[in-house]
């Protein structure tokens, strides 16, 4: 996921798109190479859009991330061969016009588009996809530095020999073949996720590494600055392929504090704000000068258990843990009943979900009898840690105030926890690494195929360091055989059969309490247009229009 994030430095005012716009210290050339900070005057009718958010992108290479915060970022930068259509999961052509399949299902052939350039001025072609997918996938390319590649490794099976993806071969200037070892049933969806955006060739073999904080892609906004802890600056790409946008600057502000982020929306310097607190939303609505959009519930926020260290190795504290936390009530006190409390990892909007699953029902005497059998009571209290995330995420508006209350229920049933938190990066960082006894955190589906959420966050290949996707460490061969058999077969009705079964095994040994599915509300400033939330969590913001 993960760099750790600088310290801030003093945010000042951009003013929004009603400002005529604002001075701002900005490169005065981006070309992938250095930039010399040099003071800008925009014109007095450039159209800047100011986005509130609650934390820092934690790096600006996609293939090195998974964190939400990154990834709205890149995806205005970059691109990969395809992206989602407005609003959905469906798969559209980007870089790629077309493609298909062998009648084996492994080998898939994409015709690309011509005539465009990365924001360096390299043109992009065949190769610069192959020079990618080498980079991502064998450790022993010189380019494979940077990070750990965590999203390769999760939806491709690992690096070298361990990869899906055997090869991948320039068959001309504009056409790419890949050779897959195995029928992966999700390959499109998982192609056209964020992470697998293609980077400019050049701006890689001068320095790979320089990609986790000065990117350069093909997409709609180019890299300007970044003040780590604070905003990042993005402009328009006059020479983007599918025109140039109609908002001239992009600036992501970072604002952690929700009531911080509520004032500035107020005070009219931010045009959007997301990680709105339910709570804030009558007086956002007061205002008469936001409109409320939601983002299509396509998320989990969970409580995990490192299944590996004692004493969550043990299947009955788990289980008493999950009878233990009464979702009803967070849902009231810290979602405002926007939420959808969690019976399975897989949320109801995906296909595949299992809604006859092992239950547990608040019940505190129940968890306290099992945590009886497994030796602990009044006499011989359980002791461990409670990690909560330090930022809001689409899936946990409030993490340290729903830390607060897990540790309150957790306490009512001989349970005493202490909380833990870091700086986001580095709380990810050590959540990866599997640090933790237990967890707060949460996912974002990135593609709409269940594969994204159970294989990613629950199999076995995915609980390893350093950039665990499953940090529960949770290990089961029954479970990693189903969700492996619904990678390789193309028939729906048997993965959606397949995929029932491995949430039944999951909840049974309860690795995590699956807490919310969230509807996510978006403060949009009224007369922006074109904007369109995707589940997926980011979206490319080309389309957008400002008043």
Same mark, same amino acid.
């Given at each position: ?7 801030? %430095? ?46 820092? %992108? ?41 493609? @298909? ?15 465009? !350039? ?28 940077? #990070? ?5 490794? *999760? ?8 990869? /899906? ?8 200037? *504009? ?20 992470? $697998?955006?293609?980077?400019?060739? !050049? ?12 990117? &350069? ?19 328009? /790409? ?24 509520? &004032? ?64 009803? @009530?967070? /849902?009231?006190?810290?979602?405002? #009943?926007?939420?959808?409390?969690? &019976? ?73 926890? @202490?909380?833990?938190? *870091? ?29 994204? $959420? ?46 029932? @079964? ?40 080309? !389309?957008?229009?400002?008043?």
């Amino acid at each position: 996921m993960l760099s750790a994030c600088g310290s801030s %430095s003093p945010s000042g005012t951009d003013g929004g798109s009603q400002s005529g716009g604002q001075t701002d210290t900005t490169p005065s050339t981006q070309d992938g190479g250095s930039t010399t900070p040099a003071p800008q005057q925009p014109a007095a009718q450039e159209k800047v859009l100011v986005w509130g958010r609650g934390g820092d %992108s934690v790096s600006l290479d996609p293939i090195q991330v998974t964190d939400g915060e990154s990834l709205k970022v890149t995806h205005q930068i970059y691109e990969g061969l395809l992206d989602y259509a407005p609003g959905s999961t469906e798969v559209v052509p980007v870089l790629a016009t077309e493609w @298909e399949a062998s009648p084996d299902g492994l080998e898939w052939t994409f015709k690309l588009r011509q005539g465009v !350039k990365f924001h360096d001025g390299t043109d992009f072609n065949a190769e610069a996809v192959k020079i990618n997918f080498d980079r991502w996938r064998n450790t022993s390319d010189p380019l494979h530095v940077g #990070g750990e590649f965590p999203y390769y490794s *999760y939806m491709f099976g690992g690096f070298d020999e361990a990869s /899906n993806i055997q090869d991948v071969i320039v068959v001309d200037d *504009y056409t790419v073949k890949f050779v897959l070892k195995n029928i992966q049933a999700s390959f499109l969806q998982d192609i056209a996720m964020v992470p $697998f955006a293609i980077a400019s060739p !050049k701006a890689l073999q001068e320095n790979p590494e320089r990609l986790n904080d000065h990117p &350069v892609g093909t997409g709609p906004f180019r890299f300007v600055s970044w003040t780590k802890g604070d905003r990042i600056v993005l402009e328009a /790409n006059p020479d983007y392929w599918g025109g140039k946008p109609a908002i001239d600057r992009l600036i992501y502000r970072s604002i952690p504090d929700n009531n911080a982020r509520l &004032v500035a929306l107020q005070a009219g310097e931010l045009d959007v704000m997301d990680g709105v607190e339910p709570a804030f939303l009558p007086t956002i609505q007061a205002t008469g000068q936001f409109d409320i959009i939601e983002r299509p519930p396509m998320n989990i926020g969970y409580l995990a258990f490192n299944t590996q260290k004692p004493p969550f190795d043990n299947v009955l504290i788990r289980r008493a843990i999950n009878h233990a936390i009464n979702k009803e @009530e967070l /849902n009231t006190a810290f979602y405002g #009943g926007m939420g959808i409390p969690a &019976v399975s990892p897989l949320p109801p909007s995906v296909w595949g979900h299992n809604p006859n699953v092992p239950k547990y029902e608040y019940d505190p005497e129940k968890a306290k009898e099992l945590l009886a059998q497994a030796g602990y009571g009044p006499d011989n209290p359980l002791k461990t840690e409670l990690w909560a995330m330090p930022v809001p995420r689409p899936y946990m508006p409030q993490p340290e105030r729903i830390g607060v209350a897990i540790q309150n229920y957790l306490r009512e049933v001989g349970i005493e926890a @202490e909380i833990v938190t *870091y700086e986001w990066g580095t709380y990810l960082e050590k959540t990866g690494m599997g640090e933790h006894t237990m967890a707060l955190l949460g996912w974002t589906g990135d593609n709409g195929d269940p594969d994204n $959420f159970l294989y990613v966050l629950l199999d076995k290949d995915n609980a390893v360091t350093p950039d665990a996707g499953n940090i529960a460490f949770y290990v089961n061969d029954e479970v990693h055989d189903l969700l492996i058999r619904a990678r390789q077969t193309t028939d729906q009705a048997e993965r959606t059969r397949l995929y029932e @079964e491995a949430q039944v095994k999951i909840m049974e040994d309860a690795p995590w309490v699956p807490l919310m599915h969230t509807r996510v509300p978006i403060a949009v400033r009224k007369g922006i247009t074109g904007y369109v939330p995707n589940p997926t969590g980011s979206e490319s913001l080309a !389309k957008v229009s400002l008043p």
